[in-house]
């Protein structure tokens, strides 16, 4: 005779506890169209991080007002022959940069600007092609899941806003006696492209686990945590924004001793530019000097942020929180030798993607303390 079954006993065997139902159909089907939309988004998150990237070195290279107009459709092709390119060339001749700056520069070495910067555009486009193909591929097929719709469409409005953002910053050096991009216009250019990167990446961990799991998850989130998380987020961004302002002015390749600036804590002349609110934006010592302040003021909050999360019973949380910090470290020494030895391209870029890593971490510790890992209490 077969046993018989206890009282208590598990409805079906094999099930570890706090393992969730298999589920029918409909929810296989919904685990499959939120599987190919993760990776959807999976690529548009690696593309917009080599786009960050891309930005970067055409910043450092002196590439971006290379080509002076913006052709939505016929500026993806480049120039077909010498006549085009002297034409672009002598577009170029007309502002300030080359006049000021790379006056007698040859067409050779133009060429080598103009392809940083259309490389820049043509990878911009690119990323809105495989937004597009997607978003309508899912929507046709109907496996957009329930409320993902407007979710998944703001990311296409964003990267149209974009690329408006980008040609009124490119705008910007092409008249009056400015000879790179406005580093506020840059700064919000940048700041625009992390925001995106947020909600893809953001959007990439919910699609991980399926709606159950998630309000399972949130039961145990960890409010305090995710507020504190929160704003360590929103401070790296403000220190992201301020990293904009260094690079517009090129201010990174000015006082490259450290821990002093010209020998003193505070730069010399950190008020000369008229009227005085300029010179937060435009002053390379006051903006290189603020920069560093406010890193230090981040990794202050960051040691904070993490010793409120050695709290938590949750170890995958606790780890997610350690890289944050480990990143933060690390972060910091890039940034130190970025600045003693004077923004060199390489070092400068590791700098910006390391931006990137970090902000990333941040976001996926901060998921975790809404959403923490399932863990047994042998775990915790």
């Not at 919910?206 to 998850?217: I, P, S």
């Not at 000015?254 to 609110?277: E, K, R, S």
Request: charged fraction near 15%.
């Amino acid at each position: 005779m077969a046993d018989r079954r206890k009282l208590f006993e598990e409805v079906s065997e094999g099930q570890g506890p706090g393992k969730a139902p298999a589920g029918g159909l409909i929810d296989a089907g919904r685990r499959g169209a939120r599987r190919g939309i993760r990776l959807w988004l999976m690529a548009l998150f690696a593309l917009v991080m080599i786009m960050i990237a891309v930005g970067g070195l055409t910043r450092l290279t002196d590439s971006g007002l290379s080509i002076t107009e913006w052709n939505v459709v016929s500026g993806a092709l480049p120039p077909m022959n010498e006549t085009d390119w002297q034409a672009e060339f002598d577009k170029y001749k007309q502002i300030p940069e080359y006049q000021l700056q790379n006056k007698g520069m040859s067409l050779a070495e133009f060429k080598v600007i103009y392809w940083w910067e259309w490389g820049h555009r043509q990878l911009g486009r690119f990323i809105g092609l495989v937004w597009a193909l997607g978003f309508l591929g899912f929507l046709a097929a109907r496996q957009i899941p329930t409320g993902w719709t407007p979710r998944l469409l703001g990311l296409g409005a964003l990267g149209g806003l974009q690329g408006a953002i980008g040609w009124w910053m490119v705008s910007s050096g092409l008249g009056g006696e400015m000879l790179d991009v406005a580093s506020y216009r840059l700064a919000i250019h940048l700041g625009l492209a992390f925001v995106i990167l947020g909600f893809i990446a953001w959007y990439v961990f919910l699609l991980g686990r399926d709606d159950r799991e998630l309000m399972q998850a949130r039961r145990n989130r960890e409010d305090r945590l995710f507020s504190i998380s929160t704003g360590l987020l929103h401070f790296a961004f403000l220190q992201i924004l301020l990293g904009a302002l260094v690079a517009g002015i090129d201010a990174g390749r000015n006082y490259t001793d450290w821990p002093l600036m010209a020998g003193g804590f505070f730069p010399p002349f950190p008020f000369d530019i008229q009227p005085v609110w300029r010179n937060f934006f435009e002053n390379d010592g006051l903006v290189q000097f603020m920069h560093r302040m406010a890193g230090y003021l981040l990794f202050i909050f960051g040691i904070i942020v993490w010793r409120r999360a050695r709290k938590s019973g949750n170890a995958d949380t606790r780890f997610r929180f350690n890289a944050v910090l480990a990143m933060l470290i690390l972060q910091m020494v890039i940034g130190i030798a970025t600045v003693l030895y004077g923004a060199q391209w390489h070092i400068a870029i590791t700098h910006q993607v390391g931006a990137v890593v970090l902000w990333v971490l941040i976001l996926r510790a901060r998921f975790a303390a809404r959403y923490p890992v399932f863990q047994s209490v042998r775990g915790a």
